[in-house]
């Protein structure tokens, strides 16, 4: 029922730390993802990969889902009828990405029920930037360029990486994320070189989206606290500064191409690093976000809650049919 999912008997509900695992095993395993296989639901795999896998694609399923809350808001105000149909679209596919994560997830053995139970009850994490709102039309341009852009920049790097389900589920997302970052960058240069109204309400986006944006790959790399362990083992291929750094590269020169700038004076590449330096965004303010305390986390969950209560009978009616849902056969 709930897909591949498959914990070996001994393990289950078992905290076993990496230097207690059988030797051996871990060997063959580590030289396995050094010689580029992927790890496949039924090898075997420490305690640990396991743990860290299911944190992460967890996280990612619930910020695909929890993501198309703030442009999905804007599908009934969309300015006209293309537009409309371009969003619905976009919306729909991100939730086709959550659900493909969790399936995912649940190949590793968490229940898709568990994963949701935590994430409406504040246990599980989903991305900083989906607790902001999207206050006018050109928020839904910043998203589905600036926001589907760094998404892709994460996806395309991890997709190379050691665990088979979630590189296939990510090479997949990346072929639609990147038709959502042309309708995003249609969206922006449309309102890039529309009235003076519309280039304030595009630079305001862009001002109040451009911290969340830093946030957006994680904490420093001496703050992080799983890099090292997820790049030994290959589930993440880049560390959060280098993809931060990366991102900047592609997307700093397309927005001010445009004439249009991020809100920092600071923002600019060091020619001798090659690194993008920029003011302190505040990461005080990102573990509050993250630890449910930003401007929209309530809200954001409150919607999941209203959906998980209000589809309880369809998922009585498939998992526990009874009288009340049968359908008389003729
Ligand atoms: N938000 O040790 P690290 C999308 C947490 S999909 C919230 O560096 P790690 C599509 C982290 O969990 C967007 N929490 O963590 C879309 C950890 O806390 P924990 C999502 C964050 O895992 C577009 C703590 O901080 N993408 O946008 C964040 O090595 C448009 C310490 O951090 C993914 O999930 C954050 N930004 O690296 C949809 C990609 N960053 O768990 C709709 C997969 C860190 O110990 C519209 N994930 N934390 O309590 C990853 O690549 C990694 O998990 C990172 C973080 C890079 C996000």
Partial sequence: MYGGGYIPPEEQGKKIPVDQEDPIKLKEFEDRIERGEKIEPHDWMPYEYRRQLIRMIEQHAHSEIIGSLPEGTWITRSPNFKRKLALIAKVQDEIGHGQLLYSAAETLGKPREQMISDLINGKSKYSNVFNY????????????????????????????????????????????????????????????????????????????????????????????????????????????????????????????????????????????????????????????VIKGDGPCNEERLDVRRWADEHGKWVRDALFNPSEKYRIPLA
């Fill in 133 to 288: 709102p999207a206050k006018t039309w050109a928020d839904v341009a910043v998203i589905g360029f600036l926001i589907d852009g760094a998404a892709i920049v994460n996806q395309l790097i991890n997709s190379k990486g050691s665990y088979g389900p979630y590189c296939r589920a990510l090479e997949r997302i990346c072929y639609e994320e990147s038709f959502h970052l042309k309708q995003g960058h249609d969206n922006l240069v449309a309102l890039a070189t529309g009235t003076p109204m519309q280039r304030d309400m595009l630079q305001d986006a862009i001002n109040r989206w451009y911290k969340p944006l830093i946030h957006f790959f994680g904490p420093p790399d001496t703050s992080s606290v799983h890099s090292d362990k997820l790049m030994k083992w290959k589930v993440k291929l880049a560390s959060n500064d280098d993809m931060r750094n990366q991102f900047l590269d592609q997307y700093v020169p397309k927005i001010r191409e445009l004439g249009i700038d991020f809100p920092d004076p600071n923002l600019r590449k060091n020619p001798e690093t090659k690194s993008w330096e920029f003011s302190d965004p505040d990461w005080d303010e990102f573990y509050r």
